[in-house]
């Protein structure tokens, strides 16, 4: 692979949008970028549509307009989407305790866990006490068994702890006992929001989709792990017993949807990390949500509760994963001192790497980042950091 292929960049950005281009150009001459893509709807419209660089580094393989990824813990935003339209529906209330619609939850001092805290980080529940592999993820009722007699590692909404990859779980359990149909949180997905976009977007990535159209994920070194990231946290990861090792790394671990011979799992549905797409789908997807959810029949009272404030436990948003302040609402992240994303009632979701998306209402926007180098800033990419602000200047350069 020579530097011009590496730095070549495809696709298109509309009149004013020009320095996004440069920006994304830029990741590969300055910023050490390997591949990725990045998509931006303004009002509805698509203003930037970008890609470049190498899916497989290893075997020289360009970065497609149709390649996807993996986007890790992107997933959650995917996955709220999921339960914001259930709420639209009325099968779900927000401030309800999980129990009234998942009885055997009421177990080991869950009883009072409303739906809200959950999606907050707030239940305590961060990490599974007994022992997870790929056969109970793919059985639901096993997890559900498994879920339900978890307990909580503190009296729940006192706390808040990243909910890394159990989050997901909880999700799907609860969407499919207050879906009519009872369908998974990745096929209530795939039929309600992809397939109704029409976009390549899935939770549960089916066998059909060949490994040519997926990119494979570049993991940083030891050393910019520990540069990367804040002491403190960095110790964190590197301590096995920590709240964020056990979060991330055990019962089951991010690995279980990472597999050698076809890059991603297949036919696995975990709604806090599996999601795979293009930049251009999950952009898409957070710009029916930024303006309207017309096309999702998402309800404006809906709307006006993933854009209203965070509600912070009774400790505040200090988080005992990510040991630094954290704003969760709803299943989405919302802009804090660590992600400082979008407008005040923008919400989104944490990716890998760089990657980030976002849905900003004020602004109508629809924004995702996706990369196959994983990053390691815990606070932000310079790769991400300098599309966004090139985003920022060139949509209020717009407006004038």
Known sequence: MTASDRCTVQGQVSRGFE?????????????????????????????????GGMRNEQIGEPWEQDTMVVVHSATKGLAAMTLAIAHSRGWLDYEERICRYWPEFAQQGKERITVRQLLAHQAGLFALNEPVDGSTVADLDRLAVVLARQKPAWEPGTRQAYHALDLGFYEGELLRRVDPQHRSLGQFFQDEIASAL???????LPESVPNSRLATLAAPGLIKMLLGFPPRFALEVMNPRSNISRALNVNPGTGIYQDAQRIYARNLEVPSGNGVG????????????????????????????LAAPAVPPTRGFYDECLKSE???????????????????ASFGSPGSGGSLGYADPAAGIGYRYVTSKMGTRLNGDPRDVAL?????????????
Do not use: Q
């Open 198 to 204: 029409g976009e390549d977007l899935y939770i549960r």
């Open 278 to 305: 293009t930049a251009r789908a999950i952009a898409h997807a957070y710009s029916v949500f930024a303006t309207g959810g017309r096309a999702l029949g998402l309800h404006k009272e809906t709307l006006d509760l």
């Open 326 to 344: 954290v704003r969760f609402s709803l299943g989405f992240m919302k802009p804090s001192p660590l992600w400082p994303f979008g407008g005040a």
């Open 19 to 51: 320095a996004v281009r440069e920006a994304f150009a830029e990741n590969f001459t300055r910023r050490h970028e390997a591949g990725g893509a990045c998509c931006v709807y303004v009002r509805g419209e698509k203003v930037v549509d970008l890609w």
């Open 388 to 400: 966004r602000n090139a985003l920022v200047s060139a949509t209020v350069w717009t407006r004038l």
